[in-house]
């Protein structure tokens, strides 16, 4: 069965250091998502992609976040500089449908724990 | 979007129903109820999804009031591998954005 996948999966880095993380969704969905959760929390959107455009981003703290899916099929995720309160899990996410839809499969990855000392 | 509302936690023995409960009291017409669930250490897996009629798969039923809401989820024989946080989520057709809105979930705990 296809899975998405992302690297690292955990990653230890001091304050102030540049973070990056991958994905890689599953082949054919056009649809990537990446999700911030805290500890206790529920998973909360950063930024959506449909193929290689932004759909939202309004979550994402752009002064230190940013993210692209150049080709439209892997992305990145990156933090600079990092700090104490990003510590979290980020979580990725693809879905087939193109034209989005309230019953589309959101498949998820299994997340990279980052941990900011 | 229209808010849910579970309970913290619940707790189950195994081999037994479990039934989840859900309260959406502003749901509107368009909005489909989903749930997700998510295992200690993974990403959040989808379970099932409704509008107005009740659906069952291989991994549960969702029962779904008839005023809508309200929902439950039922895990007709809870195994130690469904100890997980379960996700009532509703998201509402049309537009471009479906992105996933969740709560804190319910936390099952299944016990031997």
């Known amino acids: 069965e296809a899975e998405v996948a992302q690297s690292p999966r955990y990653k230890i880095t001091e304050k102030s250091q540049a973070v990056a993380f991958w994905c890689d969704p599953i082949?054919?969905?056009?649809?990537l998502y990446w999700y911030r959760q805290i500890l206790g929390q529920g998973p909360e959107l950063l930024v959506q992609f449909q193929d290689e455009s932004v759909v939202d981003d309004s979550q994402l703290p752009k002064d230190r976040f940013s993210a692209e899916r150049l080709k439209g099929v892997d992305s990145t995720l990156k933090i600079q500089p990092a700090e104490l309160g990003d510590s979290a899990m980020y979580l990725c996410?693809?879905?087939?449908?193109?034209?989005?839809?309230?019953?589309?499969?959101?498949?998820f990855g299994p997340g990279t724990r980052l941990t900011v000392l | 979007d229209a808010k849910t509302t579970q309970p913290n936690s619940m707790e189950s023995n195994e081999e037994e129903p479990v039934h989840l409960p859900c309260n959406h009291s502003?749901?509107?017409?368009?909005?489909?109820i989903h749930w997700y669930r998510q295992l200690p250490s993974q990403g959040p897996e989808y379970v099932i999804h409704?509008?107005?009629s009740n659906v069952n798969n291989r991994m549960a039923s969702l029962a779904i009031a008839e005023d809508r809401k309200s929902s439950t989820l039922i895990l007709h024989r809870a195994t130690l591998r469904d100890a997980a946080v379960y996700y009532c989520?509703?998201?509402?057709?049309?537009?471009?954005?479906?992105?996933?809105?969740f709560g804190k979930g319910t936390l099952l705990t299944v016990n031997p």
């Open positions: 409704g509008l107005t």
């Open positions: 996410a693809s879905s087939f449908l193109t034209s989005g839809g309230a019953t589309d499969t959101q498949y």
């Open positions: 082949s054919g969905h056009a649809t």
């Open positions: 989520i509703l998201r509402r057709s049309g537009g471009s954005n479906y992105k996933l809105t």
């Open positions: 502003t749901i509107s017409g368009t909005d489909y």
